[in-house]
């Protein structure tokens, strides 16, 4: 069958499809969006009137007046705040100290060391003192990881017991650091 429709007209029927499509396309996602509407307004006017049902009764119970009790309690709570606010600011800078420390062994830790566990000891005989325990993949590892943290001026002494060194790989290793602070 021969086709008598010019090239010319040809292109352009397929843009007027293409047009068409694309109008049909944006009208079917405009009547998504307005059916979605349509069906979340009720939920979202039930929801408002459910807050201002519960914005008066809040109201109304500030309203009334507190009992014995109840201010009794208050001011229990109120001795219990204060108490514990001034624990807070007394151990805050406890806490600081230990923060910094261990940013400092994080830093200085290479990617084939893993700590396994961070001891902060705070009332030893010889001072305060963070031991780690963990593993490297080898001695060379170990002993940079040492030299890195012996070159930190968080720490004023570093104690890697020479029997750390016994295997040549996968070493399980303990060391114990005394923080210069």
């Known amino acids: 069958m021969i086709n008598l429709i010019p090239i010319e007209e040809k292109k352009r029927m397929v ?27 009720p939920s979202f006017f039930f929801a408002s009137v459910k807050l201002n049902l519960m914005n008066t009764k809040l109201n109304a119970q500030k ?6 009790p109840d201010q009794e309690i208050q001011k229990i709570a109120a001795i219990l705040n204060s108490k514990i606010t001034k624990i807070e600011k ?19 830790k290479m990617a084939d060391i893993k700590i396994s566990q961070i001891t902060y000891d705070g009332v030893n005989v010889s001072g305060k003192q963070i031991k780690i325990n963990g593993s490297a993949s080898s001695r060379d590892r170990l002993i940079f990881f040492r030299k ?34």
Not at 63 to 68: L, V
Not at 96 to 107: A, C, F, G, T
């Open 15 to 41: 843009k007027n499809f293409y047009h068409r499509f694309m109008i049909m396309i944006l009208f079917a996602l405009s009547f998504a969006v307005l059916l979605a509407a349509v069906s979340m307004l």
């Open 63 to 68: 309203q009334d007046p507190i009992s014995e």
């Open 90 to 108: 007394n151990t805050k800078n406890n806490f600081l100290v230990s923060n910094q420390v261990i940013n400092s062994i994080v830093l200085s």
């Open 148 to 181: 890195a943290l012996e070159e930190n001026t968080a720490f004023s002494k570093i104690d890697l017991p020479i029997s750390n060194f016994v295997k040549g790989s996968n070493i399980q290793f303990y060391l114990t650091l005394t923080p210069s602070i």
